[in-house]
């Protein structure tokens, strides 16, 4: 017994040496010295919002700006500059209230920004979360951002960020005939990128319009591992809140294209999944309301729904869960309603829907995949910056 006890408290202290010594990730943003140098003098635009942050989670703006740097302009994506829109909400153009800078909606009038909105600019700064996952528009935001740049000959400078979902590759790849702001690019629904690694691959397959480049400079990040698990400081959207919340995004974001709830308007957005039609095939229950600010108008909304409680589930880090679409199918009463045509849209092919409507299993859905997802997964490399 003694000497079991000297194992376990060797294999404790040998935990926590290792958990010590595992290096910090530096992001980009928070390595000032390689990049504000380069900035002086210039008239700067950013592309930010909420997670775009230095240091002790102060906005890199406000921290720019006291480094002496001109920032000139702010474009704002999907839920605003300060992060405060509820989903799907259009975004207007305003002045800053904090710093006096105008403010230019990207997900208002337009999404792309226009030679105006460029105009006095010297450069443009991409510094903004992603979750890593196709639908999530702000890789969008950026495909526009870089077309935009490169036809106004401007250089796009991106302070790169971990991916909380960077550790494996799945889903089917776009068809370009389904092309949205939810699905810019031809690749799966979980791209296992970077926003700078995405940005260069945008430019090597000639993805902008006309098949122009961008000019890029890329501020990198130290010490980040795209295997290793990690929480964010700052939640990436309204409705994404916890880390277990943005790990269960590629999987749960599928039910948004059916009457299925994700518990947008809970406490527990993207942790949780149910409908009123599930009464009696799930006994985990929860109310969508409106909260200001995350989710207005929710679906469901008032409506009593039964479902999954995925908040301590484990989630496999190597493949979308297909299981919980299937069997929602399955259990639900009305098939002919399950579907909302947003599915096409986010799953990126036609193909997915009628294969779970005409009950094919899990194994041939994967296989359908093939050989685009694979290929896509060889192309890749060639623009990974970390291991």
Same mark, same amino acid.
């Given at each position: 017994m003694r000497r079991i006890s000297l194992v376990i408290i060797i294999l404790f202290l040998s935990a926590r040496t290792a958990s010590a010594q595992a290096p910090r990730i530096i992001t980009g943003a928070n390595r000032t010295d390689a990049y504000v140098p380069y900035l002086q003098g210039k008239n700067v635009g950013m592309v930010v919002n909420q997670t775009s942050v230095i240091g002790h989670l102060v906005p890199s703006v406000d921290s720019l700006l006291k480094l002496g740097v001109k920032v000139k302009k702010i474009f704002g994506p999907e839920h605003g500059f300060r992060g405060a829109a509820s989903d799907g909400a259009k975004v207007s153009d305003e002045v800053d209230a904090k710093t006096g800078i105008p403010v230019v909606s990207l997900y208002g009038k337009h999404y792309k920004p226009t030679p105006d909105d460029l105009k006095g600019l010297d450069i443009v700064i991409f510094d903004i979360q992603d979750a890593g996952a196709r639908f999530y528009t702000y890789i969008s935001t950026l495909h526009y951002v870089m077309e935009a740049c490169a036809e106004n000959n401007m250089e796009l400078m991106i302070l790169d960020r971990p991916n909380p979902n960077g550790g494996y590759v799945d889903g089917p790849v776009l068809d370009t005939a389904l092309h949205s702001f939810v699905g810019?690019? @031809?690749? @799966?629904?979980?791209?296992?990128?970077?926003i700078a690694e995405y940005a260069q691959m945008i430019n090597g397959q000639g993805w902008l319009k006309g098949g122009i480049k961008c000019k890029l400079k890329i501020i990198k990040m130290e010490n980040y591992i795209r295997t290793l698990q990690f929480? !964010? %400081?700052?939640? %990436?959207? @309204?409705? !994404?809140?916890?880390?277990?919340a943005v790990v269960l995004y590629p999987s749960l974001c599928l039910f948004e294209g059916t009457n299925i709830s994700v518990g947008r308007g809970t406490p527990y957005p993207f942790m949780v999944f149910g409908s009123p039609l599930l009464k009696g095939k799930y006994t985990f229950e929860f109310t969508p309301q409106s909260i200001a600010g995350v989710s207005d108008n929710p679906p469901q909304k008032g409506q009593l729904c039964y479902g999954l409680d995925l908040r301590n589930y484990h989630v496999d880090a190597d493949k979308i869960n297909l299981t919980w679409l299937m069997e929602a199918y399955k259990a639900y009463p009305d098939k002919a309603h399950f579907f909302t045509p947003y599915f096409t849209k986010l799953a990126g092919t036609k193909e997915l829907q009628k294969q779970i409507e005409d009950g094919e299993t899990e194994e041939n859905i994967r296989l359908s995949w093939e050989p685009a997802l694979s290929q896509y997964k060889l192309m890749r490399l060639k623009y990974l910056l970390y291991r």
């Open positions: 810019m690019d @031809p690749v @799966p629904i979980v791209h296992g990128m970077t929480g !964010l %400081p700052v939640k %990436p959207s @309204p409705n !994404l809140q916890t880390h277990q």
